[in-house]
């Protein structure tokens, strides 16, 4: 059964760091590009980060440019987001994904930025 | 960047209604379209990929189709499962980009 398992999410000060990640079985994730979206409280669904299968490539949404660091370890099935100088906004669920046509996703973890 | 525009963004419907909700882009962005049921406090399940492919193990009643700019997911016989809020997602081009949501509530 292919299955998403997200870790790391908690409460972090604004301009703290917390490191998310991700862990994949059931399916060949070293071929494919993973992604992060993230929910925040009441709202709407919204793509952060995706990596392609070597990590070779990455992309980010100019919200956390700058901030965020997308990586995997294929060997290890893992895929991580590294969130540094966290702000308020950035309080949300985050998700990881498998590329849309297999659709895939995780059960999310819980990132609050707060004082 | 890909705006998705979807609408109603809330619609109230009987169990047995049909029901269709669309999606319009920016641009084109051929059939790389996805969607998506989500539940309160659970994650999004995808329902259709490349804009009519049923994801699976979901249920024939839910339809997908559009190619372009233009949208439409269609369940045919509401049940009373089937009260969420539903997703559309581009992945055509970075940066990846959803529909505001439609919220099918019960009438």
């Known amino acids: 059964e292919e299955q998403l398992l997200e870790s790391g999410g908690g409460l972090v000060q604004p301009g703290g760091s917390l490191r998310l990640s991700c862990a994949a079985s059931g399916f060949t994730f070293g071929s494919n590009t993973m992604k992060w979206v993230r929910q925040a409280p009441g709202k709407g669904l919204e793509w952060v980060s995706s990596i392609s299968g070597s990590g070779g490539n990455t992309y980010y949404a100019d919200s956390v440019k700058g901030r965020f660091t997308i990586s995997r370890d294929n060997s290890k099935n893992t895929l991580y987001l590294q969130m540094d100088s966290l702000r308020a906004e950035d309080t949300a669920v985050y998700f990881c994904?498998?590329?849309?046509?297999?659709?895939?996703w995780g059960q999310g973890t819980l990132v609050t930025v707060s004082s | 960047d890909i705006q998705m525009t979807q609408s109603p963004s809330s619609l109230s419907a009987s169990v047995g209604d049909r029901v269709t909700i669309t999606c319009r882009a920016s641009?084109?962005?051929?059939?790389?379209l996805a969607w998506f049921q989500q539940k309160p406090g659970k994650a999004p399940r995808s329902l259709i990929s490349a804009a009519s492919s049923l994801q699976s193990g979901v249920p024939s009643k839910f339809s997908g189709s559009g190619s372009g700019t233009d949208f439409t997911l269609t369940i045919s016989s509401l049940q009373p499962e089937d009260f969420a809020t539903y997703y559309c997602?581009?992945?055509?081009?970075?940066?990846?980009?959803f529909g505001g949501g439609t919220k099918v509530e019960i009438k």
């Open positions: 997602h581009q992945y055509n081009a970075y940066p990846l980009t």
């Open positions: 994904a498998s590329p849309s046509r297999m659709g895939y």
């Open positions: 641009q084109g962005i051929s059939n790389n």
